[in-house]
């Protein structure tokens, strides 16, 4: 390797040495606490191994609450990218008033999740909540229904609500994807008398597939760590019913004090996340050959 192939590396060096300093002091700090005795102020009392792992994997609570951030994770990304898809198309044509409906389906984006939720829970308020009033005008309730009072209902309305804040962001993604598609192959197929359908399923898709799949990744991990909308509006409750790994990790650290076993839970968090990156990125290569 000359002078000149190693320049552009130099340069770049910097930013990789910077970035990779920021990634992974947290991660082998959070290892270090894992392995630790931690008090409640965060001071060390000696080291005792995997320890808090055993602990955390010996937690009932854990294994349950880990089930339902699969199912809330899976759930929220695929009715997200369902969604997403077909308005991302209607989005890519050109029709009247394309510029309004492009600003309001992403100006939910502009707004912080936190606020999101707390608007959600004013929303499903039992008392005063525009749910209810709505459903009742209608004759399609008798009496007002506590959305978060239990977790049959609780858990879907944050479903339901983790997909509608996630879908601006998506939109965007695949919107990226078919503004990159040549307009020549459809003006082609269009020639040839391919139908709208034949197009959608033989041209658009299968291009837009890599675009999918980085929207797929990319809200597995959003989603998979999101923290407001459980938070603010159940903490988890009632009963831990509706607990995912972030906030059973906030009250493991927060209000138990228990930061050697929190640290534990962030490590099987991350273990987790990649595991998924490099069998998804896999999967996804092998069908691209």
Do not use: C, H
């Not at 008033?97 to 707390?118: E, F, H, N, Y």
Request: glycine residues 6%; proline residues 5%; negative net charge.
């Amino acid at each position: 390797m000359n002078k000149k192939s190693l320049k552009p590396l130099l340069y770049i060096a910097p930013s990789f040495l910077l970035a990779f300093i920021i990634i992974s002091y947290p991660i082998i700090d959070l290892i270090r606490l894992s392995v630790n005795d931690v008090g409640t102020f965060g001071d060390l009392n000696g080291f005792i191994g995997l320890l808090n792992y055993q602990d955390v994997f010996e937690d009932e609570l854990f294994f349950e609450v880990l089930l339902r951030t699969l199912f809330w994770t899976v759930s929220v990304v695929l009715g997200t990218v369902i969604i997403s898809v077909p308005i991302a198309l209607a989005l890519n044509e050109d029709f009247y008033g394309k510029g309004i409906a492009t600003t309001i389906i992403m100006l939910p984006w502009a707004i912080s999740l936190a606020m999101t939720a707390v608007i959600w829970k004013w929303i499903l308020n039992p008392e005063y909540g525009m749910l209810n009033s709505v459903l009742l005008s209608f004759g399609l309730i008798d009496e007002n229904i506590g959305w978060l009072a239990n977790a049959s209902t609780a858990f879907p309305m944050q479903i339901l609500i983790g997909i509608l804040v996630s879908i601006p962001f998506t939109i965007s993604i695949l919107m990226g994807g078919l503004s990159s598609i040549p307009r020549d192959i459809y003006e082609a197929a269009f020639l040839d008398g391919a139908s709208y359908f034949t197009r959608l399923r033989t041209l658009t898709l299968p291009l837009l597939k890599p675009f999918i799949n980085i929207a797929i990744v990319l809200n597995v991990i959003y989603v998979f760590n999101s923290f407001p909308i459980i938070w603010i509006l159940t903490e988890g409750g009632p009963s831990n019913s509706t607990d995912i790994l972030p906030t059973y990790l906030y009250k493991m650290a927060f209000q138990y004090g228990e930061i050697g076993l929190a640290a534990a839970v962030s490590i099987i968090m991350l273990s987790l996340l990649l595991m998924f990156t490099f069998i998804y990125a896999y999967v996804a290569m092998k069908e691209k050959k």
